[in-house]
């Protein structure tokens, strides 16, 4: 069964940094691509970084690209996002998601995420 949990977030002011985590059971990280998702009130879901965790290869959305950065820890079976200079408007409930990477060695954004965490609050004051 996959899982996925969140943790990380929480406040912190304008030009901070937090670093998200999503803890990963249920499946094989490494044939899997994981993307982290963000939504604020009243908005609509908004992709923030995607990674093949295999290859490594990222995708990033291109307001968010310097300041954030998704990275992947196999033997932990763990996924981050480092977000850095953080902005009020980057103040949202935070999703980690999966899909299945299957032959692509590439994952981006726009690719269907079959499975999503409970996500983690991040709420960025000025």
Known sequence: QVQLV?????PVQAGGSLRLSCATSGFTLI?????WFRQAPGQEREGVASIHARTGNT?????LKGRFTISRDSAENTVYLQMNNLKPEDTAM???AAARAYGDNTCNLRRPYTYGGQG???TVSS
């Open 6 to 10: 969140e943790s990380g977030g929480g």
């Open 94 to 96: 935070y999703y980690c």
């Open 59 to 63: 995708d990033y959305a291109d307001s």
């Open 31 to 35: 044939n899997y691509c994981m993307a």
């Open 120 to 122: 983690t609050q991040v």
